[in-house]
């Protein structure tokens, strides 16, 4: 019992060290891409006609799309393959501690359902696209606890222990409007079905913005 608690222990410093980098990675991606990320914010707002009262919260989730998910222009990679690339990065890198992190290249943001609230920070959601169940830690200092059966959009990172953890805030889409919205995602998502799930979202997660803000409105 003492040798497993001290390996959950352990676990848990290890996912606490590696989401705190976080934080660094959007400084470094505000300090050498932020004109290409503001670039990316106002043709969205403005092609999409995204209200302000929606914009608010739904440009964070854009940019979190941007950072971890769009290959820049001009080049194969994202910002946080850059990143990962970066002497920032490098200097303080830890094997354990960068084997959570790496995950993070291959995963891609998502539309979930509220199946179970477990506790004060952890859920139980499933994938409205994969109908795969995860379980969710949230250790964002914002944090706005959603109802069982709404649905919410958001970027979940692998914890390294089988749980996931959204890089901010959920983007909270009620249970009144929820039908509506999972209808229209998966509805485009078969209208523009290429070869693997993380090109579609490479690709057309902007417009799936665009669909849940009309839906809202």
């Known amino acids: 019992m003492i040798v497993e608690q001290k390996v959950i222990s352990m676990q848990e410093k290890l996912k606490d060290v590696a989401f705190e980098e976080i934080s660094e990675l959007f400084y470094f ?37 941007a950072v971890f998910c769009h290959q820049i222009r001009n080049s194969k990679k994202t910002i946080f393959q850059h990143y990962l690339e970066s002497p920032q990065y490098k200097s303080r890198r830890r094997p354990k501690v960068h084997k959570i992190i790496n995950e993070w290249k291959y995963t891609m943001p998502g539309f979930y359902y509220i199946e179970e609230i477990i506790g004060e920070r952890v859920l139980l959601v499933t994938d409205v696209f994969q109908l795969k169940e995860k379980v969710v830690g949230v250790y964002n200092e914002v944090y706005h606890q959603p109802r069982e059966r709404d649905m ?22 009620p249970v009144s409007h929820k039908r509506e919205a999972a209808v229209r995602i998966i509805e485009y998502y078969h209208k523009k079905a290429v070869t693997t799930e993380h090109e579609f979202f490479v690709k057309h997660y902007p417009k799936l913005l665009s669909i849940i803000s009309s839906v809202l409105q």
């Open 152 to 173: 919410v959009l958001g970027y979940l990172l692998p914890a390294g222990d089988g749980t996931y953890s959204p890089i901010i805030d959920f983007f909270h889409i």
């Open 29 to 65: 991606a505000n300090e050498y891409y932020g004109e290409y990320l503001l670039d990316l914010v106002d043709d969205f707002t403005e092609k999409e006609k995204i209200p302000e009262n929606v914009s608010s919260t739904m440009v964070p989730h854009l940019i979190s799309w």
